[in-house]
């Protein structure tokens, strides 16, 4: 996970783009950052422009004005170069060519990924790995037609990977997988967000989102409302006391609280880290406030997408 | 663009359409070894088995072999967008250009592979008949099936073999124009009888002046038999297949997939 505050250099950058099919406006001024190792998420109702955005992200659409970064070459002037950096999922499922096995699907990807300038041959122990990652070795060697839609949707997801990308898309990426499947993908976008890859997906699963996403950009109308920086938001916590106001004076004078609220019977405090509640416990102590509980205070961010959509 | 290039032969050969026209245009010219009525409808005598090639690609380069063209070249696109196979081509670090320069020149080569099984079935049927030296022609070179006198087995091959290449230069401006309204369709159907409907419509324009008569890419389907300097035509259906292509590779580059 980056460092918040860290400086570097967007791995994605979306500069005012716009797009218009006809005169119908799909996306507005679209302006969005995503750093190396990043999670975002895209979240928004059905038919504002998710996939479309997505699209032209990874290359496929033409912004009809604006521009895209990936690891700052231009994906639509100087695609070859950009989409070196790139491994994404555009549909769920994901598409292959159904009369080749899962192996020599992923062998044409490898194939094509060398093509990049500069480009290194995938070997095929890379190959192996990322079927094997995605629980797909059994069915390795068969064509994809026999393929169920979720093991299409890993496999999909192993393409993706193949070529250690540095910027990962995916549209909703857990789409048709069960709980086990949905679990995988989450384990392995966190391990390449770690290892300093850009993520970005598109989801409708709130919930799941949060426990693992750094940012979420709610995209409604054609345009990015919001942006929420769920990393600041999971950084409260909240404080059952007898006196949550005058808890709330206390924690504002700690050096480390970077925000302070009260919500009766608590009082919640942004301490930047779990490393600060025994101070924050202790300074309330030493005041004399009494505490019954200190639990994270977690932020609902279904709660805050259904109001957010609603107002806009 | 050599991995691009395999790629695209391989699921050329691999559709279902492709193999379609390859099994036909193999297995029709076969109906001659067993067509009593052949000498009477076609009104000459098949005398020796170097005559059939021409007339397997007289009958079917009218119709059905720009049919198989147009249908299996449009599927090169139209089959990958439904499919959704297209996009994830396109992700990858591979020029558009070079995607669609792999499809032109796998497009290109089509018509040949048509003309080589036409070939190939109209020698296999014409073994009854013997490819040794016969008085007469075999349709592809200087008069035609009578000929200009005796003809020997190698000269007769030779014929064959420039007839056989010229009908598939002949054919290349269908299959370009085919990838063309493959690009701006992204649709086998659409793309297949667009262009379908293209080479019927350029065949209704006879009744337009001698001169633009001249430029109409049907005017020149039969340059397979012509003699003499057929340099004129050849450059303009050369025109007709880098014109149709470039506008391909053009509009391929910026369109939304």
Known sequence: ?312 | MITLLLLEFRKLLGSRSAKLALIVTFLLPLIWAFAPRLSALIQVNMISGWQLPAVSIGVTIQYLLPLFIAVTVAETIGSETAQGTLAPLLLRPVDRTKVIASKLIAALVFPFLLIITTVAGSLLAGIPLGFGTFTGGTGLGPGLFVGVGELSGGEAFGQVLRGAFLSGVVLMPVAALSLLFGVLFLNTAASALATFATLIVMRLLVVLPEAIQRILLTSHFGIYVQQGDIGQPLILLLIYTLGFGLMAIYAFDRRDV
């Open chain 1, 1 to 312: 996970m980056t460092k918040q505050g860290a400086p570097a250099i967007p791995a994605i950058e979306v500069r005012g783009l716009n797009k218009k099919y006809g005169n119908h406006s799909v996306l507005e001024e679209i302006f969005l950052n995503v750093r190396p190792g990043e999670v975002y998420a895209l979240t928004g109702p059905n038919g504002t422009g998710k996939t479309t955005l997505i699209r032209c992200m990874t290359g496929l659409a033409f912004p009809t004005d604006g521009e895209i970064r990936l690891m700052g070459r231009d994906v639509h002037t100087d695609g070859a170069r950009a989409r070196a950096f790139l491994g994404a999922v555009v549909e769920a499922p994901a598409k292959f060519y159904t009369q080749f096995t899962g192996n020599q699907n992923l062998q044409i990807h490898a194939n094509l990924s060398a093509m990049a300038p500069g480009g290194r041959k995938v070997p095929r122990e890379r190959l192996r790995e990322v079927l094997a990652l995605l629980e797909l070795t059994r069915m390795a060697d068969r064509k994809v037609q026999e393929y169920s839609l979720g093991q299409r949707q890993r496999l999909g997801v192993a393409s993706a990977i193949l070529a250690d990308p540095k910027v990962l898309i995916l549209d909703e990426p857990t789409s048709g997988l069960d709980p086990l499947g949905i679990g995988l993908i989450h384990r392995i976008v966190t391990s390449m967000a770690t290892d300093g890859c850009a993520v970005v997906l598109s989801t409708h699963h709130l919930r799941e989102i949060a426990t693992y996403a750094h940012t979420v950009g709610i995209l409604t109308g054609g345009r990015l409302v919001d942006t929420v920086d769920l990393r600041a938001r999971q950084a409260a916590y909240r404080f059952r006391v007898d006196d949550p106001v005058g808890a709330a004076a206390v924690l504002e004078r700690l050096p480390f609280v970077r925000k302070v609220s009260t919500r009766t019977p608590f009082a919640i405090a942004h301490l930047g880290g779990e490393a600060r509640v025994p101070d924050a416990l202790a300074r309330l102590s030493e005041e004399g406030i009494r505490v019954f509980e200190a639990s994270p205070d977690h932020f609902d961010l279904y709660e805050y997408y259904r109001e957010r959509v609603e107002k806009a």
